[in-house]
């Protein structure tokens, strides 16, 4: 993907823009890795990419929580992903 590609060449500007417009950081490439993955094992690491990608990645994990449990929705499971970095 794009965004897997963006990762690849650490070129956090698009990276930004990709999961600012929304861009699925949970998507595998062929080799099961999501961005957050590829990004946590390249050398050297770049924080800020990493940073952009996990706080989008927790966005992505309450969305998915929110919609799975629906009213049996836990204080504590939402309280966890906020204090990790979801918005």
């Known amino acids: 993907t794009v965004l ?5 060449t650490n070129n956090i500007n698009l990276v930004r ?4 417009y929304g861009a699925n950081t ?3 490439n062929s080799e099961q890795k999501t961005p957050i993955q590829i990004a946590n094992s390249a050398n050297p690491k770049n924080p800020q990419l990493i940073a952009c990608l996990q ?5 992505v994990q309450l969305k998915q929580m929110i919609e799975e449990k629906k009213s049996t929705l836990n204080v504590d499971d939402v309280r966890k ?3 990790r970095g979801a918005k």
């Open 55 to 59: 706080s989008q990645t927790f966005n």
């Open 17 to 20: 823009v990709l999961v600012n």
């Open 26 to 28: 949970m998507h595998q």
């Open 4 to 8: 897997i590609n963006a990762v690849l």
């Open 81 to 83: 992903l906020l204090h």
